[in-house]
């Protein structure tokens, strides 16, 4: 007997690409917490029809980026806005990376491995060109390459199950220029560590990055929680491929 499967809705590759301009725009605060998003606008500005837009933002939605936006004398404002950073759920998520991360580089170290140094080399880039995109995914790389160094699988996957969060509030901090510098002079110190095979130095040097890390972005959280959010999209639509 042939199974009778309901047929399956293929999400258009290009609500992905929405999906990903919009994501990376909440990151590098372009839109920033509160601020209004509507269908038409977005639709309008990356030249698409509506759909994918809907498309992508219910998954926003879902992912927590995106929420209603709130009521207004009892009646709800029609349309979304960017949810605001929970100052508390990142501490908590850095709480969890920093143990992977120590695990990750007391493996890395007791391998003696070489991080890649073109991978310092693209953040220092980054950080002279102040492309906040650029460094957010520069950071990402760098602390890939300790995980896959550490030669367990199962730190990469636990450590990026929450990574959008993190780069989300890592865009916010990294707007202002006086903190970039230094996270690079702290990861190639880490990276030094690692290839020496020092582990404990290592483990320190990551603890107080991480710790550092999650202090500044708690601070940034809340400024940036009493600052007025502006009403409306304002954000240039990249060229989506069809």
């Known amino acids: 007997m042939t199974a009778q499967l309901l047929r399956l809705e293929t999400t258009p590759d290009l609500a992905d690409q929405v999906y990903r301009a919009l994501l990376d725009a909440i990151s590098s605060g372009s839109l920033r917490?509160?601020?209004?998003?509507?269908?038409?606008e977005l639709?309008?500005?990356?030249?698409?029809?509506?759909?994918?837009?809907?498309?992508?933002?219910?998954?926003?939605?879902?992912?927590?980026?995106?929420?209603?936006?709130?009521q207004n004398n009892g009646e709800r404002v029609r349309g979304l806005q960017v949810a605001p950073l929970d100052g508390q759920w990142i501490a908590q998520v850095y709480q969890v990376r920093v143990a992977l991360d120590r695990l990750a580089v007391?493996?890395?170290?007791?391998?003696?491995?070489?991080?890649?140094?073109?991978?310092?080399?693209?953040?220092?880039?980054a950080e002279r060109e102040g492309?906040?995109?650029?460094?957010?995914?520069?950071?990402?790389?760098?602390?890939?390459?300790?995980?896959?160094?550490?030669?367990?699988p199962l730190i990469e996957q636990s450590a990026l199950l929450h990574w959008h969060h993190i780069?989300?509030?890592?865009?916010?901090?990294?707007?202002?220029?006086?903190?970039?510098?230094?996270?690079?002079?702290?990861?190639?110190?880490?990276?030094?560590?690692?290839a020496?095979?020092?582990?404990?130095?290592?483990?320190?040097?990551?603890?107080?990055?991480?710790?550092?890390?999650?202090?500044?972005?708690a601070e940034q959280i809340a400024f940036a929680s009493a600052e007025p959010a502006e009403d409306t999209v304002q954000l240039r639509g990249p060229q989506l491929s069809r």
Request: aromatic share 4%; hydrophobic share 45%.
């Open 167 to 194: 780069r989300r509030a890592m865009g916010l901090a990294l707007q202002l220029e006086h903190l970039r510098a230094p996270v690079w002079d702290e990861h190639e110190a880490i990276a030094k560590a690692i």
């Open 43 to 70: 639709a309008e500005q990356f030249a698409v029809s509506r759909q994918p837009v809907m498309q992508a933002l219910r998954l926003l939605r879902k992912d927590g980026f995106v929420q209603d936006a709130p």
């Open 196 to 217: 020496q095979g020092n582990a404990a130095l290592a483990e320190a040097l990551i603890t107080d990055h991480s710790e550092k890390a999650s202090g500044t972005l």
């Open 106 to 125: 007391r493996l890395a170290a007791q391998r003696r491995v070489r991080i890649d140094p073109t991978v310092l080399a693209a953040g220092r880039a």
């Open 131 to 152: 492309d906040v995109k650029t460094l957010i995914d520069c950071d990402l790389a760098f602390h890939t390459a300790i995980y896959r160094a550490a030669g367990n």
């Open 33 to 40: 917490p509160g601020q209004r998003i509507r269908q038409e």
